[in-house]
């Protein structure tokens, strides 16, 4: 059974950087395409980014692309979601998502994941 769970969530300024973290239990990491997912107050969740199961590709929303970088370390089981220049408008609840694949691919859309963590908070006070 594949366990995932988030950390790394809190409360930033306005132009600061946080960097959140999820490990993955219960499979083999390595073949599993992980995504991050948001929900801001009062909105549906959305898409922020992507990475296939190498590493070696990425793919971001529009909203956070040259702020933000995934990234993996599949020795450590964990993926990483790097937030730089932060603006209130990130404020939300942030989730990993994985799904298993035996081609490297990126996934974008929710129904594409099996997997799910609970979630981390992330304020963005201004």
């Known amino acids: 059974q594949v366990q995932l769970v988030e950390s790394g969530g809190g409360l930033v300024q306005a132009g600061g950087s946080l960097t959140l973290s999820c490990e993955l239990s219960?499979?083999?990491?390595?073949?599993?395409?992980m995504g991050w997912f948001r929900q801001g107050p009062g909105k549906e969740r959305e898409f922020v980014g992507t990475?296939?199961?190498?590493?070696?590709?990425?793919y971001y929303a529009d909203s956070v692309k040259d702020r933000f970088t995934i990234s993996r370390d599949n020795a450590k089981n964990t993926v990483y979601l790097q937030m730089n220049n932060m603006k209130p408008e990130d404020t939300a609840v942030y989730y990993c998502?994985?799904?298993?694949?035996?081609?490297?691919?990126?996934?974008?859309?929710?129904?594409?994941?099996?997997?799910w963590g609970r979630g981390t908070q992330v304020t963005v006070s201004s």
């Open positions: 990475i296939n199961q190498s590493g070696d590709s990425t």
């Open positions: 998502a994985a799904e298993w694949s035996d081609d490297s691919y990126i996934y974008t859309r929710e129904n594409e994941y099996d997997y």
């Open positions: 219960g499979r083999t990491f390595s073949h599993y395409v």
